[in-house]
C-alpha cells in the first residue's frame, strides 16, 4: 500500500470528469488500498479517486466512529435522492481548513460495484448519505465550494494560493 498526494483547490484537476471503472482488476484494487490509507491518514470520512488525480468513478468511504467500517463504490450512480433537505457543515481534504454550509437531500440510493466487482444497492441517510453525495460530485469534477456564494469562493481561492506559496517558499527551509 501506498499513499497518495491529495490535490488542494484551486488545482484545476479537481474539474476532471472521471470515466467509468473498465474492471475490477488488480491495479482497481491497488488503488483501492491506496485511497483507504490515504483517506484514514488524513483522517478523512471519504475519498474519490478525483482527489487523488485518477479520473475514474471511485470512491472510498468510512463514516464509523471506530474506522474500520471502509464502503468502496465503483461506477456508483444515485439512483433516488430524496426531496426534503438538510443544511450541514461540509469540509474536503482538498479544501483544507475551510467549512461552510451545504444544502443536500436527507437520503439517496445507491447502485454501485463493490471491491470485487459485485453490484450492491445502498441506502443511506445521516452523514453517509452526505458523503455520498460530497464523493459523487468529486466524480464529476465538483467541488463543494461550488455551491458557495462567488465571494466566498474567490475568498476560499486566494487563501489556499496564499497557504500554498508559503509551503512553497518556505520548502526544505524549516527546522
Ligand atoms: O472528511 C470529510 N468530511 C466531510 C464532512 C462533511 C461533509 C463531507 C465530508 S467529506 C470529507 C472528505 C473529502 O474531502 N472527501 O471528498
Ligand atoms: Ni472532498
Known amino acids: 500500500?501506498?499513499?497518495?498526494t491529495i490535490l488542494s483547490y484551486p488545482d484545476?484537476?479537481?474539474?476532471?470528469v472521471a470515466k467509468p471503472v473498465q474492471a475490477v482488476d488488480a491495479r482497481i484494487r491497488t488503488l483501492i488500498a491506496d485511497m483507504l490509507e490515504t483517506m484514514y491518514e488524513a483522517s478523512g470520512i471519504g475519498l474519490?479517486?478525483?482527489?487523488?488525480?485518477?479520473?475514474?468513478?471511485?470512491?472510498?468511504?468510512?463514516?464509523?466512529?471506530?474506522?474500520?467500517?471502509?464502503?468502496?463504490?465503483?461506477?456508483?450512480?444515485i439512483v433516488w435522492a430524496s426531496d426534503?433537505?438538510?443544511?450541514?457543515?461540509?469540509?474536503?481534504?482538498?479544501?483544507?481548513?475551510?467549512?461552510?454550509g451545504v444544502e443536500r437531500s436527507t437520503a439517496v440510493r445507491v447502485q454501485a460495484l463493490d471491491a470485487d466487482g459485485n453490484p450492491q444497492a445502498i441506502e443511506a441517510e445521516g452523514l453517509l448519505a452526505i458523503c455520498i453525495q460530497h464523493e459523487l460530485d468529486h466524480l464529476l469534477g465538483k467541488v463543494f465550494v461550488e455551491y458557495l456564494s462567488t465571494?466566498?469562493?474567490?475568498?476560499?481561492?486566494?487563501?489556499?494560493?496564499?497557504?500554498?506559496?508559503?509551503?512553497?517558499?518556505?520548502?526544505?527551509?524549516?527546522?
Do not use: F
Open 84 to 100: 426534503e433537505k438538510v443544511m450541514n457543515e461540509e469540509g474536503c481534504l482538498s479544501v483544507p481548513g475551510i467549512y461552510d
Open 151 to 175: 465571494l466566498k469562493r474567490n475568498r476560499i481561492k486566494t487563501k489556499l494560493l496564499k497557504a500554498q506559496r508559503d509551503v512553497q517558499r518556505e520548502g526544505g527551509r524549516s527546522a
Open 48 to 77: 474519490a479517486a478525483t482527489q487523488i488525480d485518477v479520473h475514474e468513478r471511485l470512491v472510498v468511504i468510512d463514516v464509523s466512529e471506530e474506522r474500520n467500517e471502509p464502503l468502496v463504490l465503483i461506477n456508483p450512480e
Open 12 to 16: 484545476p484537476r479537481l474539474h476532471t
Open 1 to 4: 500500500m501506498a499513499l497518495r
